[in-house]
């Protein structure tokens, strides 16, 4: 019994996220694949089995071509500033600064916000005609830009929502990896006459590689899974009148529920993206991991001086 308990408590302990896991999460994908495969509407439910043709049809229309780049655009205009400027308040609240508490909390504020909030006064802040951003514009002597029409413009003003959200939420992230860094590694680098952004890309980057992978994976995830702050942009809730900010989810979501009411495009929908979010993921988790530990790599030696040093010490 002792042995069994050595060998199977361990996975009974775990095992409560497993099935959970299986349930709202292997389960959905599994019957999502399913039901990509069927002629399936909101009406008439399950119909003839189709294969591939929804992908087909999906991949035909160019509205989803242009979702998945609006998608993209979003994503890298939001998360390469977030996880800079995360990093950059992670360092700059792991110095020793009066009421650090009340900063580090404070940085947590728009996390707790709402979306809808977020949504709505940023809404109001890029309005076209009365919003406050043109209206600073105007005061420098700029023409009032055109955040709801413009494609661009549109991005920029929802990657600044997203931005405004998540931003401290990674921050704090950084901020706790920082802190379990061992500080006799920075007396270490003082002592070797290391500055500050020496010592930030030499000891501190490399020492919270897992982190930054770890956030740079979950950032890419969220950015291409984006739905709230497009779809409470306008009134109508579409992603503009050209579909000009209309992101991969947003189309998915209009697939099933607007005009075609076809949940069978709609999975395929949902399981393009989800190979996408793998793929881009996997990139992200490479590039990472070569950026974060490329200061502690040790530098090669030759084979040849490597024997000579051996018959030497022979």
Do not use: C
Request: charged content about 15%; cysteine-free.
């Amino acid at each position: 019994m002792g042995r069994w308990d050595v060998k199977v408590s361990p996975y009974l302990y775990i095992s409560p996220f497993f099935v959970l896991f299986a349930l709202t999460g292997l389960f959905p994908l599994a019957y999502t694949a399913v039901v990509s495969v069927y002629d399936w509407n909101l009406l008439g439910g399950q119909g003839e089995f189709v294969g591939w043709q929804n992908y087909a049809d999906v991949l035909g229309q160019a509205t989803f071509w242009k979702s998945l780049v609006n998608t993209l655009s979003i994503f890298l205009i939001s998360a390469v500033p977030q996880v800079v400027i995360a990093i950059t308040l992670a360092a700059l609240l792991d110095q020793n600064i009066r009421n650090a508490t009340f900063w580090r909390m404070g940085v947590l504020i728009p996390y707790v916000v709402a979306p809808i909030a977020v949504s709505l006064i940023f809404g109001r802040l890029f309005a076209d005609q009365y919003g406050l951003i043109n209206d600073l514009l105007g005061v420098v002597g700029l023409e009032p830009i055109g955040w709801h029409q413009d494609r661009l413009a549109s991005h920029v003003a929802i990657a600044a929502m997203v931005n405004y959200r998540w931003t401290g939420y990674n921050a704090l992230i950084f901020l706790a990896a920082m802190q379990a860094v061992p500080r006799d590694l920075y007396e270490a680098a003082t002592i070797d006459g290391a500055g500050p952004w020496r010592q930030f890309f030499s000891v501190t980057v490399p020492q919270i590689r897992s982190t930054v992978i770890f956030v740079v994976i979950t950032a890419s995830i969220g950015g291409l899974q984006i739905f709230d702050e497009p779809r409470l942009f306008d009134s109508t809730g579409l992603g503009g009148a050209d579909r000009q900010w209309m992101t991969t989810v947003l189309y998915m979501y209009d697939v099933a529920w607007g005009n075609q009411r076809d949940f069978g495009r709609a999975a395929a929908v949902a399981w393009m993206l989800f190979v996408l979010i793998l793929i881009i993921g996997f990139i992200n988790f490479l590039l990472s991991q070569r950026i974060a530990s490329s200061g502690t790599k040790t530098p090669r030696v030759k084979r040849s001086v490597t024997r000579r040093l051996r018959a030497e010490a022979r």
